[in-house]
């Protein structure tokens, strides 16, 4: 009983294929195809579905026969090599593939520990490249953006100082100031426009980079609608203001940037501001995560993490 039910869907699903494949060659050349060929191609057509929809399994083989017959004698120099459907199938991909990355949303892997503990070392990301409007190709040119960056978004960008080792390169940290923001650094307090960001004292924070054990103190900051953590050694009690004379104003068509670490982050307070048409977008979502130093195999997967949101 089963092999003659599976016999009949085979059979039925051979001949919806012949069905669909002639009938698409038929409307992609209609000029092409005489008339004569169209109508008795049509007869044929009109047979095998009569009978499938009879399910007279006679009719059905003698019908599909036919049909085939006539379709590889007449119509199969208008159908497409496998080679040619595999070869459009590919390039049609990485179309697709290339427009999703270019426009819509680009993958991005966290290589350092600089905004731990928002992101750690083999958080692999998603970031949002239409959020702060779309690139046109070759110009710093954006339109239709859905909203602006905010204090607190968590940005990708190209590294903005021309030197030899961060050419090209993208970094990934959390914007602070926005243009026209003076900002100020005092110990572990941040001031934006005279205003300290809201910090609460939320315990201590271990991590391990290259098999050391680093401990810190963690804080939950708060900017406008932001809400994230950040952290800074044990060690000290103020974190390092890098390579700049504090306060300083961020200038027009800037942000200026920290990463979630402190004390263990190359950003704004070493090489100065982002140029707005430097940023690729804003990341959002955490859809991998490889724990590089668990010693256990099962456990190098942060199943936890993956699909997570980032604040």
Request: aromatic share 10%; hydrophobic share 35%.
């Amino acid at each position: 009983m089963l092999i003659s039910l599976y016999k009949d869907y085979k059979r039925k699903k051979r001949c919806r294929e012949l069905l669909n494949l002639t009938k698409s060659i038929i409307n992609s050349n209609k000029h092409s195809i005489n008339i004569d060929t169209r109508n008795i191609i049509n007869e044929k057509i009109q047979l095998l579905e009569e009978s499938l929809e009879l399910n007279d399994i006679k009719n059905i083989e003698s019908s599909y026969s036919s049909l085939k017959n006539f379709y590889d004698q007449n119509l199969s120099q208008h159908s497409k090599s496998k080679l040619r459907q595999n070869v459009e199938a590919i390039v049609i991909a990485l179309c697709l593939a290339l427009l999703i990355r270019t426009f819509i949303v680009q993958p991005f892997k966290i290589p350092s520990g600089s905004m731990i503990p928002t992101l750690l070392i083999g958080d692999h990301l998603l970031v949002n490249k239409f959020i702060y409007g779309t690139k046109i190709p070759f110009t710093n040119i954006r339109i239709l953006p859905v909203e602006d960056i905010n204090r607190g978004d968590v940005v990708v960008f190209r590294f903005p100082v021309n030197d030899s080792v961060n050419k090209g390169v993208h970094y990934i940290k959390r914007a602070i100031g926005l243009p026209g923001d003076e900002i100020n650094i005092e110990g572990r307090d941040v001031f934006i426009n005279g205003e300290k960001i809201k910090q609460v004292y939320d315990g201590n924070y271990q991590y391990y980079e290259q098999g050391t054990e680093v401990l810190t103190d963690k804080y939950i900051d708060t900017i406008s609608e932001n809400i994230f953590d950040v952290i800074y050694k044990k060690s000290s009690i103020n974190t390092t203001k890098g390579k700049t004379n504090f306060p300083i104003t961020v200038p027009e068509g800037n942000i200026f940037v920290l990463g979630d670490n402190r004390d263990n982050s190359y950003d704004s307070r070493f090489w100065g501001f982002v140029p707005i048409e430097n940023i690729s977008g804003k990341a959002f979502l955490i859809h991998w995560s490889w724990d590089f130093d668990n010693d256990n195999i099962f456990n190098k997967v942060r199943w936890d993490r993956i699909f997570s949101s980032i604040n």
